[in-house]
């Protein structure tokens, strides 16, 4: 026999085995007529190989996809090789079905996965009462970090509110004290007793008549409690309210006192116009600063106001929140320190107790 013959016989036993192998596991396929049969695990995802193709493109009996050595029939004799070919013809259709059910889509489609942000980290899956991941801690930084640096404005937000919330609550219970009626009266026509400057500083402004005391007072704030920065709104006290009473009030350690004694020409041009009013000498201490600003004040006011002074119609005074007991009369003490220009603190006392605070020493009365 020729060596081209051996070949042919020795792959066409393997080809059954395989085609064989194929109609087994389909249903309805013809009972393969060989008796013994080696079949080939079925590879899954791979194409199938057809028949059709040239007998040289099958494995060799010899080839290591088997794993075994498969042996030709004996004899080899080309009517049994027909008949076992027929035999798998009929199988083929089955192998295709096979095939074909392998290579369908499930029916019901699925889902697309949820869109993430890949730049950002995958999220943690942490058991109950276990500790964070480093990365969520690393991630936590930022926040502390930007947490931190907004303190300040969260300080300021929170001082707002709680000095809001004072003010709202302080309106409550006073609303909650007063009737209707007295309330209603606030909210008429001004008639005040007396013209008050005090200086901005909150020294400068504490309450001086206390109690019930709302609308007694006509009062004017400034830097270093002045008739210049404000000479219209007293005015207006002096004039249109017709208060019989304008006083000036100072008080310790005053910070506007304490900047016109020293250079200020790097402050704000509208800051400086305001001190260029204080006249006080420079390097002078805060307290005698102080009381020389109120003698100026008063003086000014007696001129200015000099036709309601000696019509006996206006009293000028001023006065000095002593706060360090400065002038040894009392720590928080409200001091006289001028009447009508007398400063002497004698004459002062004299003229407290006998109640002449319209009298005038210059007017000799």
Not at 72 to 86: D, F, L, Q, Y
Not at 115 to 121: K, T
Request: charged share 20%; proline share 8%.
């Amino acid at each position: 026999m020729k060596p081209r013959h051996i070949r042919s016989c020795m792959a066409l036993p393997l080809l059954l085995a395989l085609q064989s192998a194929w109609a087994d596991d389909a249903p309805g396929a013809a009972e393969p007529q060989v008796q013994q049969v080696i079949k080939l695990p079925l590879r899954v995802g791979k194409p199938a190989q057809t028949p059709e193709g040239p007998a040289a493109a099958m494995p060799s009996p010899s080839s290591p996809a088997s794993g075994t050595q498969v042996k030709p029939a004996a004899g080899g004799k080309p009517a049994e090789a027909g008949k076992k070919m027929e035999a798998a013809k009929k199988g083929a259709p089955a192998k295709a079905d096979a095939a074909a059910a392998e290579k369908m889509e499930p029916a019901v489609p699925m889902g697309k996965p949820p869109a993430r942000d890949l730049s950002q980290p995958s999220p943690e899956v942490t058991a109950p009462g276990g500790r964070p991941h480093a990365a969520r801690k690393a991630r936590a930084k930022p926040r502390q970090v930007a947490h931190a640096a907004a303190k300040p404005a969260a300080g300021e937000t929170g001082q707002v509110k709680s000095v809001v919330g004072s003010i709202l609550k302080a309106n409550g219970a006073y609303i909650a004290k007063h009737s209707p009626g007295y309330l209603a009266k606030l909210g008429e026509r001004q008639m005040p007793r007396a013209t008050v400057v005090t200086c901005s500083n909150p020294g400068g402004q504490v309450g001086m008549l206390g109690g019930d005391a709302d609308g007694e007072l006509f009062v004017i704030s400034n830097l270093g409690n002045q008739l210049a920065t404000s000479e219209g709104s007293v005015e207006y006290g002096v004039r249109h309210l017709h208060t019989p009473l304008l006083m000036f009030i100072s008080h310790s350690g005053c910070g506007a006192i304490k900047a016109a004694a020293s250079d200020y020409s790097a402050m704000e041009p509208a800051i400086q116009k305001e001190l260029d009013n204080i006249e006080i000498p420079k390097g002078i201490d805060a307290t005698n600063g102080a009381l020389i600003n109120i003698n100026n004040q008063v003086e000014g006011s007696i001129l200015k106001f000099s036709g309601e002074v000696e019509a006996g119609r206006l009293a000028v005074l001023g006065g000095y929140y002593d706060f360090n007991n400065d002038l040894k009369q009392g720590r928080g003490r409200l001091v006289i320190t001028n009447i009508n220009g007398e400063t002497d603190p004698v004459r002062i006392r004299e003229l407290s107790r006998s109640g002449q605070y319209f009298k005038y020493g210059f007017m000799g009365r």
